[in-house]
C-alpha cells in the first residue's frame, strides 16, 4: 500500500501564491507518476499537473506560466505545487495522486483545500 500525505492549503487573496506538499510512503514502485488534480463545487475533478519518476511534467492549459510540479531531489517520493499569480477560480480541493500504470495501481490523497479570495 502507498500512503499520501498532503499539505499546504489554505486561504490567499488573488495574485498570492502557495506551495502544496504531498509525500508518497509505503510500497512505491517505479515507474510511476504523481501528480494534483483539483475539484471545485459542482465540478468534476480535473487534471492540474504531473510529474513522472523520470521528470517529465504535464499541465493543464489554465495553469501554464502560474503553478510548477516539482519532486524533491533527494526525497524523490514527494512532489511539490508552487502554485502563482492565484485566481479565484483556481479555488478547489486539491489531491495528490500516485499511479503506477505498468500494475494499474493508483491512490489518492485525502485533499487539501485551497480558497482564493478577490
Known amino acids: 500500500q502507498v500512503q499520501l500525505v498532503e499539505s499546504g492549503g489554505g486561504l490567499v487573496q488573488a495574485g498570492g501564491s502557495l506551495r502544496l506538499s504531498c509525500a508518497a510512503s509505503?510500497?512505491?514502485?517505479?515507474?510511476?507518476?504523481m501528480g494534483w488534480y483539483r475539484q471545485a463545487p459542482g465540478k468534476q475533478r480535473e487534471l492540474v499537473a504531473t510529474?513522472?519518476?523520470?521528470?517529465?511534467?504535464?499541465y493543464t492549459d489554465s495553469v501554464k506560466g502560474r503553478f510548477t510540479i516539482s519532486r524533491d531531489t533527494i526525497k524523490k517520493n514527494t512532489v511539490y505545487l508552487q502554485m502563482s499569480s492565484l485566481k479565484p477560480e483556481d479555488t478547489a480541493v486539491y489531491y495528490c495522486?500516485?499511479?503506477?500504470?505498468?500494475?494499474?495501481?493508483?491512490?489518492w490523497g485525502q485533499g487539501t483545500q485551497v480558497t482564493v479570495s478577490s
Open positions: 510529474i513522472t519518476s523520470g521528470g517529465y511534467t504535464n
Open positions: 509505503g510500497n512505491i514502485f517505479s515507474p510511476n507518476v
Open positions: 495522486n500516485y499511479e503506477c500504470r505498468p500494475i494499474k495501481y493508483v491512490r
